[in-house]
Nanobody, 114 residues
Framework: QVQLVESGGGLVQPGGSLRLSCAAS????????MGWYRQAPGKERELVAR???????GYTDSVKGRFTISRDNAKNTVFLQMNNLKPEDTAVYYC????????WGQGTQVIVSS
């Protein structure tokens, strides 16, 4: 069974940057299409960035040009580089397959505030 562990969140000022990591253990995710999701208080969990097994990427409109998703198959890890962060990016961030087929990790909290 694959376990997902997200890390890298924190408190950052508007305009700042963070790099999130999602490390998978228990099985390889090399052949999975993966995504970063986020859930803000009182809102549903939404997909914000995706990367296919052949490294094709896509983003929701609100993060285009600011977030970059990548993966390192040797490390069985998916990353999310977040630049020019805005208060509306505040949320708990999770990774999972595009079908949400794996057990959710604990997520990593991102707070964007001055």
């Amino acid at each position: 069974q694959v376990q997902l562990v997200e890390s890298g969140g924190g408190l950052v000022q508007p305009g700042g940057s963070l790099r999130l990591s999602c490390a998978a253990s228990g099985s390889r995710i090399t052949n999975n299409h993966m995504g970063w999701y986020r859930q803000a208080p009182g809102k549903e969990r939404e997909l914000v960035a995706r990367i296919t097994s052949d490294y094709s990427t896509g983003y929701t409109d609100s993060v285009k040009g600011r977030f970059t998703i990548s993966r390192d198959n040797a490390k069985n890890t998916v990353f999310l580089q977040m630049n020019n962060l805005k208060p509306e990016d505040t949320a708990v961030y999770y990774c999972n397959t595009l079908g949400r087929s794996l057990a959710w990790g604990q997520g990593t909290q991102v707070i964007v505030s001055s």
